[in-house]
């Protein structure tokens, strides 16, 4: 079965730190592709931060589409929302038969991992790749069998603040991938309170 790593994100814009620990996951861990599940809603973010899904779905396939061993995924889009990881799980196994799971996540998500829906089912059914945020220390003798703290660098580049430096005029082309920046200025995005 192929062994694929589901990199959940809003992806609110996708930035070069996603695809510098997607690429880390592939060449370290044992993941052949990295599909980008880009969530509509993440039930511990403010929607009204949010560009739509589609936009932000689009921005993620453009910084992808060059890379064969990634892809942009869209299955939450036709889910309820808000997203819950365990419900996408789930229909990605119903649509995918020929594919092995597993997901990557921030420490910080761990951290707060028994908050999500159906944590227990998640831990026990699939494999769990943790990457080092700035600010969470974990124990690995403290986390669940299922989970693998992993060596990637430490990469702190923040979504909001590529939104906020947008809206502030400022340039920021080396953040994120030049295809992405480039259709970020030619929709205008970023600019108005909202986003």
Request: hydrophobic content about 40%.
């Amino acid at each position: 079965m192929k062994q694929v790593g589901l990199f959940f994100g809003s992806f609110n814009p996708i930035h070069i730190g996603h695809l510098a620990l997607a690429n880390y996951m592939l060449e370290f861990e044992n993941i052949e592709e990295i599909w980008f599940v880009v969530s509509p809603q993440n039930p511990f973010k403010n929607a009204d931060e949010l560009l739509s899904a589609e936009q932000r779905l689009e921005m993620v396939r453009i910084a992808t589409q060059k890379e064969p061993k990634y892809q942009a995924e869209d299955i939450e889009l036709s889910l309820p929302i808000p997203s819950y990881t365990i419900d996408t799980l789930k229909a990605l196994e119903k649509k995918y038969a020929n594919c092995c799971f597993s997901i990557i996540m921030g420490a910080d998500n761990i951290a707060r991992f028994e908050h999500w829906k159906s944590a227990e089912e998640i831990i026990a059914r699939y494999r769990i790749y943790v990457y080092p945020r700035l600010g969470t220390n974990l124990n690995s003798h403290t986390l669940p069998d299922n989970c693998k703290i992993t060596a990637a660098p430490l990469i702190e580049i923040a979504s909001s603040d590529i939104r906020q430096w947008i809206k502030e005029g400022k340039q920021t082309p080396f953040f994120l991938p030049a295809k992405v920046f480039e259709y970020i200025q030619s929709k205008g995005l970023y600019l108005d309170d909202k986003n």
